[in-house]
């Protein structure tokens, strides 16, 4: 053991400048490992390319050492030349081997450690990473030991060599054989776009692939270096070289090089499961030329049952973390930090630096990062960024929370050809050109569209309205605001008047002094063409209640989007499906308006007329009657008669056909007859 300390002190002494470059290529490996967890990705230097040139160094290394330790021996024999009595083979042996495995493998197994503990992984985790890292670097180990061979005295090197360099072959067998029992199957797209189906053993029989190539490079290169030993022992050494030559064509010949050009996932699954809340995300998406819009997404919470954790081949520290219900058969493009395509059962994936032992708390940092991804998209256009295929809404439609309702969907002649399920407080945008569904996080606004036209029509498939809950259209072009509620079977359409500036339709609430509606609609029964015309509302508004209010009545339901200044105003919805009676009061219990359905389910657009022949009355706050109207199958034609809070008649006049017609009469506060007024189709006569 002294003979061999010695030995070694020797070597050392006379390569100490191995120290500095060591130190070098230690300090490029730990800037590589930790780039990826700065901020800026920008500002990261690639990954490929910092492992590269690391493993250029490392060959540099193989090349350098071995010529200087084998060339020094070689000239004594079997003594070495700073010594006077001969040193047994087996010393020798032991000395120039120990040499090697410090400088080949414990500095880089310190480097990685040190990235380890850098990034806050578990000793144990640390502990259970170190034999894999060992094996790797074993790999640079192996051409060492057959270039020693090259040499009279070292054929002992050739055996050790030969005895790794099968035991690593082996050792990548058994790997695959486990991998195969675990039913694992991955596929890649290669460069040149030929699918290729990699089972476990080509997953695992890589190691073997890039044995033999870095075997072959670097018999190759030092057999030039090395040259001026060939004289030597020249029938040896060529012999040692066509076998080894022949072996990595044999190797290359059985298995496909290209593999090696792309990488390879090994994935392993992790047994957690779980949720994590995921922060509002905002992201840019230039839908067309000149436009860009932001897509506002709501706080989410990922839930996760098997997570994989999918790692390239070589080592290097960038991983991707997919968070999946089944990976068998997955589809998958994988190339460093870029897209993958993603299996159906995938619900969402993320980047990070993570190491295969790493500690579950890391695991979940990435999944905080995940983007919820929806895996029927498998275009790679901005033109269309999420879809669900009417197919595949019962798979989606108690995960609203899971998957986001955002996309862009093209629109020919205003019209929606394709929709999506929404979730609650969902804003479309209805454009010219493009409509673009998205979540809204506390009332932002992420686009303003302005129409090239006044009118929009607005069709929807009636079979993929299953379980929408509201539909709410607004044009920042100073034109209009509308709502709605489309429900199952039903269809609607719209057209609305320039008759609101841009102020006052700033808020999706209404000012109290805009008119309370001027959208004039058509609602169209399930497969039928009849329809029910619906008069202009009234310009109607309670001043001394501060009220302003919207209602509308379709197949039976009711909408209200209304907005109570100083009164807190409560609603009570009780009606069956053919006829029903609705009741509005305040919180004081006090009766406001009525309204009695003879057949709800035909719509209503109450206070400024009901269905059928149907009384309705309208209250004061203080319960007094203020207007009562009679209408007549569903048309406006009554007499209408208001009254002041004190109970006198105020006004009595006429509708017919929606429009004053006849006498008004209006009287004072003291019951006292004015002069009146003669209205013909809406216009005073006199």
């Not at 997919?322 to 190339?335: I, P, Q, R, T, W």
Request: hydrophobic share 40%.
């Amino acid at each position: 053991m002294k003979m061999c300390a010695h030995i070694f002190r020797k070597d050392l002494s006379k390569l100490k400048w191995l120290i500095g470059v060591w130190t070098l290529l230690a300090l490029f490996y730990f800037l590589n490992n930790t780039s990826y967890f700065l901020d800026n990705y920008k500002m990261q230097i690639q990954l490929t390319d910092i492992n590269s040139f690391i493993a250029s160094l490392q060959y540099l290394m193989i090349i350098v050492i071995v010529p200087m330790l084998i060339h020094v021996d070689a000239l004594v024999g079997n003594s070495a030349f700073w010594l006077t009595r001969p040193i047994s083979r087996k010393e020798l042996l032991v000395s120039k081997i120990s040499f090697i495995l410090v400088f080949l493998i414990l500095i880089p197994l310190l480097s990685e450690v040190a990235v380890f503990i850098n990034n806050g992984v578990a000793v144990k985790f640390i502990l259970l990473a170190i034999p894999q890292i060992v094996y790797e670097k074993l790999y640079f180990i192996v051409p060492v030991f057959i270039l020693a061979t090259l040499t009279r005295k070292f054929s002992k090197f050739a055996l050790v060599g030969i005895i790794i360099m099968v035991s690593l072959f082996l050792f990548g067998l058994v790997e695959s054989f486990f991998s195969y029992l675990w039913d694992i199957h991955i596929t890649e797209y290669l460069s040149n776009k030929t699918l290729i189906k990699t089972d476990p053993y080509n997953v695992s029989l890589e190691w073997s692939i890039s044995f033999a190539k870095m075997v072959f490079n670097g018999v190759i290169g030092i057999w030039i270096i090395l040259n001026q030993f060939l004289a030597r022992n020249s029938k040896k050494t060529v012999k040692l070289i066509v076998l080894g030559v022949i072996f990595v064509v044999l190797i290359n010949k059985f298995w496909c090089w290209d593999i090696l050009n792309i990488g390879s996932l090994k994935p392993k699954l992790l047994n957690i499961s779980g949720s994590i809340e995921i922060e509002p995300q905002i992201e840019s998406v230039s839908v067309s030329e000149g436009q860009d819009y932001n897509f506002y997404k709501k706080k989410q919470e990922l839930k996760y049952k098997n997570v994989y954790l999918i790692q390239d081949i070589k080592g290097l520290p960038q991983a991707q973390v997919a968070v999946l219900d089944k990976f068998k058969n997955a589809s998958m493009k994988y190339a460093v930090g870029k897209d993958l395509t993603w299996h159906e059962d995938i619900v969402g994936y993320g980047f990070g630096s993570i190491y295969e032992h790493d500690s579950i708390d890391a695991i979940k940092a990435i999944l905080k990062d995940t983007k919820i991804v929806n895996p029927y998209n498998k275009s790679n256009s901005s033109d269309i960024l999420f879809k669900i295929r009417e197919e595949d809404y019962e798979k989606f439609k108690d995960k609203k929370g899971e998957y986001s309702a955002e996309g862009k969907f093209n629109v020919s002649e205003y019209r929606i050809t394709s929709i999506i399920p929404l979730v609650e407080d969902t804003k479309v945008w209805v454009g010219p050109e493009q409509v673009v569904i998205y979540d809204i996080v506390e009332n932002s606004l992420g686009v303003k569209i302005v129409l090239g036209e006044k009118k929009v029509n607005l069709k929807l498939n009636a079979d993929l309205q299953k379980d929408i809950n509201q539909f709410q259209f607004y044009s920042y072009n100073g034109s209009s605001q509308a709502f709605y509620v489309l429900r199952n079977k039903v269809t609607g359409e719209a057209y609305f008047p320039d008759n609101i500036d841009d102020s006052q339709i700033s808020s999706p609430q209404y000012n109290q002094n805009i008119l309370r509606s001027r959208v004039k609609q058509f609602f169209y029964k399930h497969k039928s063409d009849q329809f029910f015309a619906l008069p202009e509302i009234n310009k109607e508004w309670l001043k001394d209640a501060e009220l302003v209010r919207i209602d509308e009545y379709k197949v039976g339901y009711f909408i209200k989007k209304v907005r109570y200044e100083q009164i807190a105003f409560n609603e009570k919805k009780d009606y069956t499906e053919k006829d029903g009676f609705r009741i509005y009061s305040y919180d004081t219990g006090e009766k406001h308006w009525e309204c009695p359905d003879a057949e709800a389910n035909m719509g209503t657009t109450c206070v400024d007329y009901c269905n059928k022949q149907t009384f309705c009355k309208e209250y004061y706050k203080s319960g007094s009657l203020k207007l009562e109207g009679f209408y007549n199958e569903g048309t406006d034609n009554s007499t209408v008669k208001e009254y002041y809070e004190n109970g006198i008649l105020m006004y009595e006049y006429t509708y017919v056909d929606g429009e004053l017609d006849g006498v008004v009469k209006k009287y004072d506060r003291n019951g006292k007859l004015l002069p009146e007024r003669i209205y013909k189709k809406g216009k005073l006569v006199e």
